[in-house]
């Protein structure tokens, strides 16, 4: 009896765990996310028959140097990231006038990551956060 309760407590536990991943997956990615140099947010939304991603930059901190990303304000970042894999999308995106490929993954109801690279060899990743 000792060792099937010992078996069973890292069961259980294993999968509540997986239960509590479902659901933050289920939240989905709606809503405006922050990246993590605290600068930037963009608005996200499942769009096209609904397994796609969309997203709009939709606000620039007051730091001087945004000035020259002004004119992206309220610009399409992607008009439509594929699927490709569960909470995950990948495609073209324009950053801040830069055209990239990149991929964007929910690893939480409020925390992705954003992977793009540009020329395919200057890359770079950011986290960002879900703004309430």
């Known amino acids: 009896m000792g060792k099937m309760l ?32 605290h600068d930037t947010r963009i608005a996200l939304a499942l769009c096209g028959d609904g397994s796609q991603l969309c997203g709009t930059l939709v606000w620039l901190s007051d730091v001087d140097y945004n000035k020259q990303y002004e004119p992206y304000l309220n610009k399409p970042v992607t008009n439509g990231l594929a699927p490709s894999g569960p909470n995950r999308w990948k495609g073209g995106m324009t950053l801040f006038g830069k055209k990239i490929s990149g991929t964007i993954s929910q690893q939480s109801e409020t925390q992705m990551t954003l992977q793009g690279c540009m020329l395919m060899v200057l890359c770079k990743s950011y986290q960002m956060t879900r703004v309430e």
């Open 6 to 37: 010992g078996f069973a407590v890292p069961l259980v536990a294993s999968l509540m765990m997986v239960g509590a991943s479902a659901g933050a997956a289920q939240a989905g990615p709606d809503g405006v996310w922050e990246l993590d140099s």
